[in-house]
């Protein structure tokens, strides 16, 4: 740097980074030339992590850390790494297995007619991009880190994923619903393994050429995704639907627990709150049908039933007990219309009409 500025009067680089001291488990620096002197005994190399837990566990861990501090390195800690790599990894399984059928070409639908929930996931998504793409422009990799983890476990497998299992296994295989949230899934690990290609290379060259349609030969010359804008009035009005869903599925923990229920499909459950409380999920509510795009396929159960009554804006009174009816022996939901239709009769109203189609 001085002798830059005192020969050409500019610094030799635009930017610079600073960083902390590699230290171990109880603080002490990490030093070639401690080691056997007082007892210190903890030679940790790049190599061991690797042989331990693979190079990408050992890539994500540093992105983790925010390097302009002391970074503590422990067996501990890269644990917990090498968790949540697990849950990123087990994210995108997800998403390419139910990828096998669908041409982006030809099966993809434009966003204006995709279902509200993959419209709501897709804004969500373009949210997580934004965040991503500054974080990485700052240089700010502990973010990008945080971000993605919680991406993956939250917003996808806790969420979303878990909301699209009755449609993407029960639904015709070519129906609108299915397509509909296939196109979110493409668009979701298309972006997924090129914002996560710098820190976890290996992954992102494994999943690359299993996403259909992709162009480059491999993701490591592809563009990083460009943010676009989001819809805040989507993600506001969805918000009041994820917390009446938080208050479901908090209802439900004890009769799970006590084995009154095996599964939250044998649920039915009854949501009562002020008008205002349930004015946003008065358009989900579906109550001639049990079935996918109403707050019954969301809450993950068979049946719900809204009513009116005293409470703040976004007070919950939920009320859970067994569903009544049969079980559909193909996507298990609960309905009184099971084993109505004689061509098949173990099954509800949605999976004859899938089944007499094929």
Partial sequence: LLLSLAGNGAAPFKTVLTHGFMVDADRE????SKQGQGGYEKPQTADAYVKNYGADVVRLWVASQDFRNDITVSEERTNKVAETYRGIRNALRYQLSNLYDFDPAGDALPEAQLDELDRYALHR?????????RAYDDYEF??????LVQYCAVDLSSFYLDVLKDRLYCDAADGPRRRSAQSVLYQVARDLARLMAPALPFTADEVWPLIPGVSEA???VAHFPKPEAVDEALLGHWQALLDARAAVTKALEPLRADKTLAGSLEAEVELRASTA???PLRQHEA??????GNLANLFIVSRVRLSEGDGGAETYAVTAGKARGGKCERCWTYSE????????????ERCAQVLLAL
């Fill in 29 to 32: 620096k990490i030093s070639k």
């Fill in 125 to 133: 998504h373009r949210q997580f991009v934004g965040r991503v793409v």
């Fill in 142 to 147: 502990h973010v990008v880190y945080h971000q």
């Fill in 218 to 220: 491999s993701v490591h």
């Fill in 277 to 279: 409380a349930l004015t």
């Fill in 287 to 292: 109550a001639s049908s049990v079935f996918p």
């Fill in 337 to 348: 219309n099971v084993g109505k239709l004689s061509a098949h009769p173990g099954v509800c």
